[in-house]
């Protein structure tokens, strides 16, 4: 798989022939079964990404996280010794959710319903009358769910088996922690929800085959000249994850106010030493849900959460190292994001439209070209685990 910056070579077929080519069942993307085994043989046994250490600056520094596919909210604190660690937003006396707010910072936790009142840590402080429970308080803190951090990101897995971490990443963790993000100290945020199953919207931002013709107005730089597609320069698989290196159209039709807005957050980008760096046009899928993309000037991250079989959550975030300079580096940045959900504005109807098609049950299957490998990959990934996890419990698919 060769990269090109200027003269683009098609990888070649045969160097993704091992992925295989036949058709993949399209009730993978709207059956409620199919989503059910997902939600247990995927979800709750992966790392999924739920924060950045940078929205935990000090101790007490919280947020709460829900997470659907577990049915699940989750309360991600930094501790009084400095550890970041992620308990159930549960009040361990009958169940009340101790958390309404999306962050905030304290110095403990109480339930408003009875008043138990937690540490930090998540133990147990106090309870009113504690002493008619006839309970040790040690059997009272919070329950736990793994968090482990690479690169400034938050993960949790709900599989208390589960490999750690880096050991889940691969040498991907390296590269990881070579991105932006792993400096970051702020973010500019914005989230969403789609009528459309996860794997149907991730996949949107894998492949690159339809950028000529949904964004022919906003695609300039990935697309043109002889490589009309916009098609990656190379990909690369390890595991459950996979990369591309985004193809760079080395005579973009930018219009002068584009190239003005970007061009103006390149100096605080240059003292901070976030060009050229070696992943800078890379773009990192990590298993299942996550992707985040390394290119200085929009260093985004877009985790696709479940909902349901044919509803899912997205969080976009461009991260920054530092504050705004001043008022050109702040219209950098803000070009940036729009820039990004102005490109992702012109794709949701059409993901909808397809999660439309495929529910209506009308094609047993779709089909994924050579230059769609990373969606094949995903699909492949999923349902490996998928199909060992029904023969395991008998569900039917």
């Known amino acids: 798989m060769t990269e090109t910056a200027s003269r683009f070579q098609r990888i070649a077929d045969a160097d993704l022939a091992w992925l295989g080519s036949a058709p993949v069942p399209a009730r993978a993307y709207y059956d409620p079964a199919y989503f059910e085994c997902e939600r247990e043989a995927v979800f709750l046994r992966s790392w999924i990404h739920v924060g950045h250490v940078c929205e935990l600056p000090e101790p007490g520094s919280f947020l709460r996280c829900d997470l659907e596919f577990?049915?699940?909210?989750?309360?991600?604190?930094?501790?009084?010794?400095?550890?970041?660690?992620?308990?159930?937003?549960?009040?361990?006396?009958?169940?009340?959710?101790l958390?309404?707010?999306?962050?905030?910072?304290?110095?403990?936790?109480?339930?408003?319903?009875?008043?138990?009142?937690?540490?930090?840590?998540?133990?147990?402080?106090?309870a009113p009358d504690f002493e008619a429970f006839h309970l040790d308080k040690q059997d009272c803190a919070l329950p736990q769910v793994r968090l482990q951090e690479c690169g400034g990101l938050l993960f949790v897995n709900f599989d208390p088996d589960a490999a750690p971490l880096r050991e889940w990443l691969g040498s991907y963790a390296e590269r990881l922690e070579q991105m932006p993000v792993a400096?970051?100290?702020?973010?500019?945020?914005?989230?969403?929800?789609i009528a459309a199953n996860w794997k149907l919207t991730y996949d949107n931002f894998q492949e690159n085959y339809h950028l000529r013709f949904i964004h022919p107005r906003s695609g300039g730089a990935g697309i043109g000249g002889d490589n009309p597609f916009g098609y990656p320069a190379q990909m690369d698989f390890e595991g459950p994850h996979r990369t591309q290196r985004i193809w760079s159209n080395p005579e973009p039709a930018l219009l002068p106010f584009q190239r003005a807005a970007a061009l103006r957050g390149i100096p605080a980008l240059a003292e901070q030493g976030l060009l050229g760096r070696p992943h800078d046009r890379d773009y990192l899928a990590?298993?299942?849900?996550?992707?985040?993309?390394?290119t200085p000037t929009q260093p985004f991250s877009h985790t696709v959460y479940p909902i349901s079989a044919d509803r899912s959550r997205g969080v976009v975030r461009v991260y920054?190292?530092?504050?705004?300079?001043?008022?050109?580096?702040?219209?950098?940045r803000e070009y940036s994001l729009a820039q990004i959900r102005d490109i992702h504005c012109e794709d949701i109807a059409m993901?909808?439209?397809?999660?439309?098609?495929?529910?209506?049950?009308?094609?047993?299957?779709?089909?994924?070209?050579?230059?769609?490998?990373?969606?094949?990959?995903?699909?492949?990934?999923?349902?490996?685990?998928?199909?060992?996890?029904?023969?395991?419990?008998?569900?039917?698919?």
């Open 99 to 126: 958390v309404e707010e999306a962050s905030g910072c304290r110095s403990r936790f109480s339930c408003p319903y009875h008043r138990w009142t937690f540490g930090t840590d998540g133990a147990l402080i106090s």
């Open 183 to 193: 400096r970051a100290t702020t973010f500019s945020q914005y989230s969403y929800e």
């Open 320 to 332: 920054w190292v530092g504050e705004d300079r001043n008022a050109s580096h702040r219209f950098a």
């Open 70 to 97: 577990a049915r699940a909210s989750l309360l991600i604190v930094r501790g009084r010794d400095g550890r970041i660690r992620a308990f159930h937003n549960v009040c361990t006396h009958r169940g009340t959710r």
């Open 351 to 397: 993901i909808e439209r397809g999660q439309s098609g495929l529910s209506s049950g009308a094609i047993r299957h779709i089909h994924f070209q050579g230059m769609e490998a990373l969606c094949r990959h995903l699909f492949n990934e999923v349902d490996a685990r998928v199909q060992a996890h029904a023969q395991q419990t008998g569900a039917v698919l």
């Open 286 to 294: 990590f298993f299942p849900n996550l992707f985040l993309i390394g």
